[in-house]
């Protein structure tokens, strides 16, 4: 089986605690290093994001002012590693139990998401890690993104956001979104959400 894997609030939390001390390395870099007066207002995100046609901010920004992709991980991404204070999510541990080939695919750059597998203790449990690179910059859910996985006749894909399962579930995987909010309460998910799950442990339900 292949087993792909998101890393961003899938495999760990909080979120918001990385994109704040990444934002806050990032806006450092951009005035004191490049001496750019950058707007980093919600809006304006959201304006560049549009215009690159991305859902990236760091692709965005790095388009825009024509930047260079290693530079940048290295200066905002690398070196926050050392202080996040996150957490791994349930059932996480249970991943290598797993059969099959474990992949990452991630929106995030690829060098910051091994080090950050690294800081988790995961980094040996993965037979890959595909994320953003300098040379290849197309993020979930761009069906592009996917086709580095290899192929497989069972593949199950595990988002916290269903959104990246669409795709997935077009090309015949299986489909596993592990919110990072109890959706218990709903009644009704999207055709492309096969399972809703609240700890990786239930993966072990989908192996034949």
Do not use: C
Request: charged share 25%; proline share 7%; aromatic share 12%.
């Amino acid at each position: 089986m292949n087993w792909v894997f998101d890393l961003d609030g899938t495999l760990y939390t909080p979120l918001d605690h990385v994109w704040d001390e990444m934002v806050y390395e990032m806006r450092t870099y951009f005035v004191d290093t490049l001496h750019l007066p950058v707007d980093w207002s919600p809006e304006e995100q959201n304006r560049l994001k549009s215009k690159w046609q991305t859902k990236q901010t760091i692709i965005a920004y790095l388009d825009e002012f024509d930047l260079d992709f290693n530079a940048l991980v290295e200066a905002t991404h690398l070196p926050i590693v050392d202080r996040l204070n996150i957490q791994i999510r349930p059932g996480v541990h249970r991943i290598r139990d797993l059969p099959g080939k474990k992949w990452i695919l991630t929106n995030s750059p690829e060098s910051f998401a091994r080090a950050l597998l690294v800081k988790l203790d995961l980094l040996d449990v993965f037979d890959g890690v595909y994320g953003i690179q300098h040379d290849f910059k197309i993020a979930k859910p761009h069906p592009k993104s996917y086709e580095r996985i290899p192929a497989h006749s069972q593949t199950v894909m595990i988002d916290d956001w269903h959104e990246n399962l669409i795709v997935p579930h077009a090309l015949g995987w299986k489909t596993v979104w592990f919110p990072e909010q109890n959706q218990s309460h709903k009644s009704f998910f999207p055709e492309h959400v096969h399972h809703v799950m609240t700890s990786l442990d239930e993966l072990h339900r989908l192996v034949p």
